[in-house]
């Protein structure tokens, strides 16, 4: 593996300067005395003296820059090193269109990759407010969110196929392991169908010496709508299991909804080990905060006062008072979304109608949802790793260490791209065209992103292409190439039963083909092609009459406008009527 990627920062640019406060400042105090005659007695010549004097206003520059090179450096603990590299948004809880928050690292708002002091965001930019702090001996830090405050000193930050992995340093005292993962399960629709992802808070010393340690984490109501001036509601529980929750929702909400591509409807939940250890609030940002600044622990109440999202930004916090550690002590917390209706489908109707999550087909209600999640932590995370350690294997053999860097890194975005929904029986995967328009199953957003589904679960292909199979072969598209999308706006899927969908055809006959084969080969399912025939051989038809000589189309680079002869959808064109 190679080595980590360090890349400069704040505190990397102030660590910099320790060197040139090393040299400037002796030369700065030698200037000056110098400059005062003191060199003149004690150690030259008077006439080199006189050669080499200094006037009082260079000394004005040198003396000051030497002082704040050593303020800098006392900034500048230490760097963090990024491996594989230093994605210019690290992935934090990373699950579904919905559930979909990261830390931004790069340029554009990102403060170089450090959890402490920087505020996560949900994709599409608006924070999504997540705070950490930690008790040590009486001094508060902060690990996570919080701009502006004082902050651990971030050691390392590392990625796999379903982790994010940031260790931290508190002075010489304690150490902290901050892990996010979002499951990846394939092969178990059950666990994979729960919209839930874990952060687990690892402590230690460092010093070999007791620490009174108290750990404390809050979401915001910014996470249950994109809408900041919509009115919040929340509750707080514990499950039959043992599980603290506090619960967070639009007081009215909005099914099948967006605002800012957050979802308008359905229940947050923000949860832990519920124990003698732990505390609990709601209420202002900054009140419950303080209050665990204060004395590391919470008030256990619950401020009733329901108001829109910006009015003193509610937070929804929990504490846990880990008493004096030696060895390694770790909390657990969960956070997730839990639509009971996660789609609208025509499908082969021609109704527009509700179609639940996968996972109500598992579990009776939410709280059995959490409850099963919460308490699956060794065993999702076992899972994990397993896929993790697979995806490296298999990438670091096809092609190297580059090649696992963007392997490992795209595929929880790939799958957070997506949800299960339906029935046992009839399961159903819908995916969101992302930093775009929003469409719904595009197909050209499917093709880059099958390689995945076919590498975990060739099925998971299968549930996606299904949607495109249903409404079209049931007449719902008067169109005799492939229809682009089902729907203009996720989650309604609509689809275009007046054939005004965006026009890619050479492109999404090309694509649809290859990937029903694909995934017939992959799965030995020879019944598919067979159930399918008419329709692939209607967009085989298409392609024969029209690839060798493309009129003006849209591509999948639609923003370059409709083209003739474009060379990939040429080639996509032959490859499939070979």
Avoid at 199 to 227: C, F, K, M, N, R
Avoid at 286 to 313: H, K, M, P
Avoid at 406 to 417: N, V
Avoid at 450 to 470: A, D, G, I, M, Q
Wanted: with cysteine; proline share 6%; aromatic share 12%.
């Amino acid at each position: 593996m190679q080595d980590p990627l360090t890349v400069p920062s704040f505190p990397a640019f102030c660590s910099t300067f320790l060197g040139i406060a090393s040299l400037l400042l002796p030369f700065s105090f030698f200037f000056f005395f110098l400059d005062s005659g003191f060199c003149q007695h004690h150690l030259l010549h008077k006439n080199v003296a006189l050669r080499l004097s200094i006037n009082s206003q260079i000394i004005m520059y040198f003396l000051p820059l030497g002082l704040l090179c050593l303020w800098l450096a006392s900034l500048a603990e230490a760097q963090s090193t990024f491996s594989p590299a230093r994605p210019p948004a690290l992935p934090l809880a990373v699950k579904s269109p919905y559930l979909s928050t990261w830390l931004p690292a790069g340029s554009n708002g990102g403060n170089g990759g450090y959890l402490a002091g920087e505020w996560p965001t949900f994709w599409e930019g608006q924070v999504t407010g997540w705070a950490g702090l930690v008790r040590v001996d009486g001094q508060v830090y902060t690990w996570m969110g919080l701009p502006g405050s004082t902050t651990v000193n971030q050691t390392a930050y590392e990625y796999t196929s379903t982790k994010s992995i940031f260790t931290m340093h508190v002075g010489d005292m304690v150490e902290l392991k901050i892990t996010f993962l979002s499951p990846i399960t394939p092969n178990d629709l059950r666990r994979q169908s729960l919209v839930f992802s874990y952060l687990d808070v690892s402590i230690t010393s460092l010093d070999g010496e007791p620490h009174q340690v108290q750990v404390y984490t809050d979401i915001s109501a910014e996470w249950a709508s994109g809408d900041r001036s919509a009115i919040a509601q929340w509750d707080h529980g514990v499950t039959s299991n043992g599980v603290a929750y506090h619960k967070i929702h639009r007081q009215t909400p909005l099914l099948f909804s967006e605002s800012r591509d957050q979802a308008e409807w359905g229940d947050w939940y923000w949860a832990t080990n519920n124990g003698t250890s732990l505390t609990y609030q709601a209420g202002a940002g900054i009140s419950v905060r303080q209050a665990f600044a204060s004395s590391g622990r919470l008030s256990n109440t619950n401020d009733a006062n329901y108001r829109a999202i910006s009015n003193e930004w509610p937070v929804f916090g929990f504490a846990h008072d880990l008493g004096f550690i030696q060895s390694t002590t770790s909390v657990l917390f969960s956070i997730g979304l839990a639509q009971s209706e996660a789609v609208q489908y025509t499908g082969r109707s021609d109704t527009l109608t509700p179609v639940p999550s996968l996972w109500t087909s598992y579990f009776s209600s939410a709280l059995e949802a959490l409850d099963f999640f919460h308490h699956d932590y060794r065993d999702s995370n076992a899972l994990s790793s397993a896929l993790d350690d697979r995806i490296a294997q298999d990438s670091l053999a096809a092609a190297g260490q580059d090649y696992l860097t963007i392997t490992s890194l795209s595929t929880r975005q790939a799958f957070a791209a997506t949800q299960l929904t339906g029935t046992i029986e009839s399961p159903y995967i819908f995916m969101k065209e992302i930093s775009s328009n929003g469409n719904m199953n595009t197909v050209d957003v499917i093709f880059p992103a099958h390689p995945v589904f076919l590498y975990t679960n060739p099925e998971l292909l299968k549930l996606l292409l299904r949607p495109h199979f249903e409404i079209q072969e049931s007449g719902h598209y008067p169109n005799s190439y492939a229809m682009h999308d089902i729907g203009s706006h996720y989650p309604n899927a609509t689809g275009h039963p007046d054939g005004n969908d965006e026009p890619m055809p050479l492109e999404e006959c090309g694509n649809m083909v290859i990937m029903a084969l694909a995934y017939a080969q992959k799965a030995h399912d020879t019944e598919y092609l067979e159930q399918h025939y008419d329709k692939l051989r209607s967009w085989t038809n298409y392609l024969i009459d029209d690839a060798l000589y493309p009129a003006n189309q849209i591509s999948t680079d639609d923003f370059a406008g409709p083209l003739a002869c474009v060379l990939p959808t040429d080639v996509n064109a032959v490859l499939t009527t070979l």
